[in-house]
């Protein structure tokens, strides 16, 4: 996910970003937690299953891990940056600007930041998730 991120900045002509760095961490770091997470689950949920439902829930389970992974730690981040205005910890304020910050870095990275996936991330996406439902063997127990 970090080279789909770069490839699609430095086609945009913004791979001079100060913040590149942070930002590709971000997409490391969720693409790796999906990566983790939705490989054993879609190796259960399809253990005993055809190809076609194997590639399928790879491709699904991959694409909205990373995506919402993503878009969890850019929220992280930005609510990080936001805190020192934020009122102290625990107060219902508090859980409101939590809350509503986050919503706010979520909705931006959907709107901003899955563009940073195309178009290198989805041939690869479809690739990975049909390399792994052929790599998997077909359980008959």
């Given at each position: 996910?970090?080279?789909?991120?770069?490839?699609?900045?430095?086609?945009?002509?913004?791979?001079?970003?100060?913040?590149?760095?942070?930002?590709?961490?971000?997409?490391f770091?969720?693409?790796?937690?999906a990566?983790?997470?939705?490989?054993?689950?879609?190796?259960?949920?399809?253990?005993?299953?055809?190809?076609?439902?194997?590639?399928?829930?790879?491709?699904?389970?991959?694409?909205?891990?990373?995506?919402?992974?993503?878009?969890?730690?850019?929220?992280?981040?930005?609510?990080?940056?936001?805190?020192?205005?934020?009122?102290?910890?625990?107060?219902?304020?508090?859980?409101?600007?939590?809350?509503?910050?986050?919503?706010?870095?979520?909705?931006?990275?959907?709107?901003?930041?899955?563009?940073?996936?195309?178009?290198?991330?989805?041939?690869i996406?479809?690739?990975?998730?049909?390399?792994?439902?052929?790599?998997?063997?077909?359980?008959?127990?």
């Amino acid at each position: 996910m970090v080279a789909c991120a770069f490839l699609s900045l430095h086609m945009e002509g913004r791979d001079a970003n100060f913040h590149l760095e942070k930002l590709l961490l971000i997409y490391f770091t969720g693409g790796f937690c999906a990566w983790v997470i939705a490989l054993p689950l879609a190796r259960l949920l399809t253990r005993r299953r055809g190809t076609e439902t194997r590639f399928a829930a790879h491709f699904a389970l991959l694409s909205l891990g990373t995506v919402a992974l993503t878009a969890f730690f850019f929220a992280m981040d930005y609510r990080l940056f936001y805190a020192r205005w934020h009122q102290p910890f625990g107060t219902r304020v508090w859980a409101f600007q939590f809350v509503f910050t986050s919503a706010g870095a979520v909705y931006q990275f959907l709107v901003m930041g899955l563009r940073l996936y195309l178009p290198v991330g989805l041939p690869i996406l479809v690739g990975a998730s049909l390399w792994l439902a052929r790599a998997m063997p077909l359980s008959r127990h």
